[in-house]
């Protein structure tokens, strides 16, 4: 079974960083396509950014330039790191497999951007 433990998110003022941690089991991620997402209550589940099984990366409009998305195969865990941070940017972060529906989303971790 695939589990996806998020972490590192908090409260951060607009302009800071916070860099996101998922911890990946059930699968190695060298072997597979990797992606952050976030979502804002009663809204739908957004795509942040992605890294694919060579390390290539794309990430939404709405946040490039300013987050980047890494791996620790050695680890087995996925990266996200989140600059010039904007109130917007406010989210219950996820980590997940791209087009693997019946994976189980973890719990997220919460960013809270404000001044």
């Known amino acids: 079974q695939v589990q996806f433990v998020e972490s590192g998110g908090g409260l951060v003022q607009p302009g800071g960083s916070l860099t996101l941690s998922c911890e990946v089991s059930?699968?190695?991620?060298?072997?597979?396509?990797m992606g952050w997402y976030r979502q804002v209550p009663e809204t739908q589940r957004q795509w942040v950014a992605t890294?694919?099984?060579?390390?290539?990366?794309g990430s939404a409009n709405s946040v490039k330039g300013r987050f980047t998305i890494s791996k620790d195969n050695a680890k087995n865990t996925i990266y996200l790191q989140m600059n010039s941070l904007k109130v917007e940017d406010t989210a219950v972060y996820y980590c997940?497999?791209?087009?693997?529906?019946?994976?189980?989303w973890g719990q997220g971790t919460q960013v809270t951007v404000s001044s």
């Open positions: 997940h497999r791209p087009n693997y529906p019946a994976d189980d």
């Open positions: 059930g699968i190695t991620v060298t072997n597979y396509a």
């Open positions: 890294i694919t099984r060579a390390g290539d990366t």
